[in-house]
């Protein structure tokens, strides 16, 4: 590769610019993938404590349910049968980790009124809330999951790239320029001294 590249001084100086930018490359994108490791592994904690305490908390939502059934009977149908709105949305927001874009996923009231409050009028109430309370956590913690699984799975890809990036500049790009002024220096080393002894000879 040195050989393709004539030998001279203004060369030499553009290939010793490159070098520097490389190693300031190098650098900065060391520094990105260093930090994007934290945070991808600050997401794989949070992850497993999620997964860990959903698991409890599903079976709670669970049993909440089978206990306001007891309580108030099968009111299923009565929601199934009434015109029901959501009175909870998922609202997104991008969160910025060393220019990776993260999606950011919150649960967000919608200010509809709910069937649920004309529900266990006759009896059961109290289950019903109770209920609605462990379906709201549960929900929230399903949010929660979902916004670290997005971010995992974009963090996972940045990283990837960011890592490929700091290993084509350090096992290729940088020997190869390192390669190419080592290359050129020989070659105006070499014409130097032919210049030295052609003069020595006149």
Avoid: H, W
Avoid at 176 to 194: F, M, V
């Amino acid at each position: 590769m040195s050989q393709q590249v004539p030998p001279t001084r203004m060369n030499l100086t553009a290939y010793k610019q490159k070098a520097v930018a490389a190693k300031k490359g190098f650098d900065l994108l060391k520094k990105k993938s260093d930090a994007l490791k934290v945070r991808f592994r600050d997401i794989c904690k949070a992850i497993y404590d999620t997964k860990i305490g959903m698991a409890s908390q599903s079976s709670d939502a669970f049993f909440s349910l089978t206990q306001a059934e007891y309580a108030a009977g099968n009111f299923r149908n009565k929601l199934l049968e009434s015109q029901m709105s959501a009175s909870v949305c998922v609202a997104s927001r991008t969160d910025n980790v060393a220019g990776v874009k993260l999606p950011v996923f919150t649960k967000r009231e919608t200010g509809l009124a709910s069937v649920q409050e004309s529900l266990g009028l006759v009896g059961g109430g109290k289950k019903i809330n109770q209920c609605k309370e462990q379906y709201t956590q549960y929900l929230e913690a399903l949010i929660k999951l979902a916004s670290l699984q997005t971010s995992f799975i974009a963090m996972d890809e940045a990283l990837k790239v960011t890592n490929r990036r700091v290993n084509a500049l350090e096992n290729v790009t940088i020997p190869k320029i390192a390669n190419i002024l080592s290359g050129i220096n020989r070659e105006l080393d070499e014409l130097e001294r032919e210049d030295f002894t052609r003069l020595k000879k006149v």
